[in-house]
């Protein structure tokens, strides 16, 4: 390991390293995004037999998280399905930090119901108004619904925390729109969400609710829950989340993911990154469930 680093792992980055060569001279402190925990910890599992010589310690906790330690200096890597906020590269820079965003793919944000939901279709503006406070639709039967197993009627509005790379991304693409139409105020999120650590958590609420409507990476999506086609303006032909679609960005809610350093990187590290953006790296993210960064045929 590196010399002074004292490293302490979670159990996140222990299940990762455990199948990493221990013997390894080089280690990666990589933390950050839930949306990209999954994927960053595969690459931190086949990175060692392409480099035997560095093992990568990947553990989540939000993008926000992820931000605060590259800022902090306690990471080499930051993920992120954000960007780094304004006041947070200030306090980068006021922390001696220098850093340097990367996109290391793309992914659809999918909007998520119940299977037994018939809902197909949603678009910003109804978004807003099942998401967004001062939003008016409460009930199913305020889109013209009725949703078996939902004897309540009630929509149960599934989010995610506010550290949360993929809760500021919806506030921001989705509410902000809605705000911005007159639909609901100020683009916030409505009071008496179920605000969820993480995303399988989403999903998981979601599969289990019949009057559950959430978010999340679409690399989460399961077989068991419904994914709902997004229109941008109301009238719009919609478009279903998908690889293809967040490839192209026709989906409305395509983000791009992104991993921090501080300054740009140097030694492994940029071994490190260049592989992520390699043929292997960007079809080991596809397989995940991702978009690339550039076209891959892989196997």
Known sequence: MKPGRIVLLSMATAITLSSQN????TLIQNKGSDTLVNVAQAWAETYPSVNPEVAVAVSGGGSGTGIAAMINGTVDIANASRQMKKKELKKAKESGQD???????????AVFIHKDNPAKELSFNQLGKIFGRGGDFTKWSDLGLSVPGCGSDKIVVVSRQN??????????AVL??????GIIVKGSFRQGTLDMHG?????DLVEKTPCAIGYSGLAYATDHLKLVCISKNDGD????????TASDRSYP???PLFMYTNGKPVGAIKGYLDWIHSVAGQCILKNKGYAPVHDVTCP
């Open 163 to 172: 550290n949360s790379g993929t809760y500021a991304y919806f506030k921001k």
């Open 199 to 203: 995303s399988k958590d989403v999903v």
């Open 237 to 244: 032909s919609c478009i279903s989340p998908s690889v293809t």
């Open 22 to 25: 221990l013997a390894a001279n």
């Open 99 to 109: 850093p340097v965003e990367h996109v290391v793919g793309f992914d659809a944000l």
């Open 253 to 255: 809610i395509a983000r």
């Open 176 to 181: 902000k729109s809605a705000a911005k139409a």
